[in-house]
């Protein structure tokens, strides 16, 4: 990562042909020229070379005119913020450190002094502390305690659903949904295509067979009109699926009375992977209450974070009772340890349901944050007429839990090289979820386009990206992705 000076340091009497082969030896579009006690003259840059070879100097030249330049440099031991900021002022990548005998000792590069934007990470609030200090003052360190049933309690008020069992991760909830809803070997489930692996992996748990549908173009969601098409062949068949999993991706909830009016009439249950929504709302209710069951994740990555944990809920009470029972090895009540079902061990910890309480206190700031982001990227005009940001549906409000969009699709941006290139600046972007119909995991399984001869997933797939979207970023990381981004896109 670090330039080896050596590398880049040159002495007087150097050929046009000779500097050209040092700079490109030396990995670091800088040359520092040195006199004969070894401090710094100047630097040679790609540019000036480049500008001598247009000027039509011959490559054997050795008496050449360099324009006049002060080399930008920093003494030893300045701060790395100020060197950062030098750098910016003078719209310079390099900075040569210099001894007190004005002798490099360091070439700083800016890409290097730059600390990590990542695409989003925990950001605590001010009271997780103070519940997870309560389950210590208590001993409850044990799984399951106050903690755990005033997280269930508050969560479910504030979504505003009758019942709610928290788990260790959003995966568990999906898999104890599937067992409620008896799916077991052979069975078929239907799935959103676009989503993260985990939404359908406990489908394989349950040695049943997924069935994947695409999205629509409006909200990047389940496709009503490929669920429709679905279930009618299911239905022809003879092979309902025993559970419809409905993703809401990024923030954003899925076209829910559609999608709701076709299971009701094919009498399939639905179950809501919220794990990317919480916080989001659909015609006023919130996001995650739509189906027989619903599921959140608050895995570190999410709008709110337990370190790792998940959260059924149901307006069911037995439903979620029974999530409990199997979640905690599938105790029979009886005076001894006895078991009749196989169970899990998939409660949540009464010291991350403390972490979670707190953050369920700054969740409306959090999506207000993480809305911020978005509208900045938006209004900043990142990628231009060529460039179109994840849509938000009219009859919602998404959280933008992650800022995402594509790249048209006969546009000159390679999506992977576009990503390669802010990862060179230290800014983690990624790629849309690869859809679940071109894992190789799910080879061989059924998929329904939205139109039968063009897939919504695959083309999101092939020119989305997802930008770095944590509602801790500051506005100076803001601009710092802005401004990169769009200096990247000009390259293309
Ligand atoms: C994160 C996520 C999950 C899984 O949640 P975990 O808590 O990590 O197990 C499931 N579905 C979607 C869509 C997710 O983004």
Not at 14 to 40: F, K, N, P
Not at 137 to 165: C, M, Q, S
Not at 175 to 180: Q, R
Request: aromatic content about 8%; glycine content about 8%; some cysteine.
């Amino acid at each position: 990562m670090m330039i080896e000076l050596q590398r880049v340091i040159i002495h007087q009497g150097l050929s046009l042909r000779e500097l050209l082969a040092r700079m490109d030896q030396g990995g670091a579009e800088i040359l520092l020229l040195v006199d004969g006690s070894g401090r710094l003259v100047r630097t040679i840059t790609d540019g000036d070379l480049r500008r001598l070879l247009l000027a039509g100097t011959a490559l054997e030249e050795v008496q050449f005119e360099l324009p006049e330049k002060t080399p930008i440099t920093v003494q030893d031991g300045t701060d790395r913020e100020l060197a950062l900021d030098l750098m910016k002022q003078n719209d310079v990548n390099h900075i040569p450190v210099l001894d007190d005998f004005g002798r490099p000792i360091e070439l700083l590069r800016a890409r290097d002094l730059e600390s990590p934007i990542l695409l989003s990470t925990p950001h605590m609030g001010d009271q997780e502390l103070s519940f997870i200090n309560q389950a210590f003052d208590t001993n409850w360190i044990a799984p399951l305690g106050p903690n755990v049933d005033a997280f269930e309690r508050e969560l479910a008020e504030k979504v505003g659903v009758g019942h709610a069992a928290a788990l260790s991760s959003g995966t568990a909830a999906i898999h104890l949904a599937l067992i409620l809803l008896g799916v077991n070997e052979g069975d078929s489930v239907f799935c959103s295509s676009l989503t993260f692996v985990a939404s359908a992996n406990p489908i394989l748990y349950q040695k049943a067979v997924p069935v994947f549908i695409d999205s629509e173009p409006e909200t990047w969601n389940m496709s009503p009109a490929a669920l429709q098409r679905g279930l009618e062949q299911a239905a022809r068949d003879g092979r309902l699926p025993k559970a419809v999993i409905v993703v809401n991706l990024y923030g954003q909830s899925s076209d829910f009375d559609p999608i709701v009016a076709i299971c009701d009439k094919f009498n399939v249950p639905l179950i809501e992977d919220a794990a990317e929504s919480l916080g989001a709302s659909y015609k006023g209710r919130a996001s995650g209450t739509f189906g027989k069951l619903g599921i959140y994740s608050f895995n570190g990555n999410k709008i709110i974070t337990t370190s790792g944990g998940g959260m059924l809920v149901s307006d069911d009470r037995a439903l979620i009772e029974r999530a409990r029972f199997f979640a905690t090895q599938a105790r029979d009540p009886a005076p001894w340890y006895q078991h009749t079902s196989a169970g899990f061990n998939y409660r949540m910890s009464n010291v991350l349901a403390g972490i979670g309480r707190g953050q369920l206190r700054v969740l409306e700031e959090r999506v207000g944050q993480r809305r911020a982001v978005f509208e900045r990227y938006r209004d900043s005009g990142i990628g231009g007429e060529s460039f179109q940001w994840m849509p938000e549906a009219s009859f919602g409000r998404s959280t933008r839990w992650l800022s995402c969009g594509v790249f048209d699709s006969e546009g000159r941006v390679d999506v992977q090289r576009f990503i390669e290139r802010l990862a060179e600046h230290r800014i983690e972007a990624r790629r849309i979820w690869k859809p679940l119909h071109l894992q190789p995991l799910f080879e061989g399984c059924a998929y329904f386009p939205h139109d039968e001869d063009y897939s919504v997933s695959d083309h999101i797939f092939a020119h989305g990206i997802c930008l770095p979207s944590g509602s801790n970023m500051t506005e100076r990381e803001q601009d710092r992705v802005i401004d990169t981004a769009k200096k990247i896109f000009a390259e293309f």
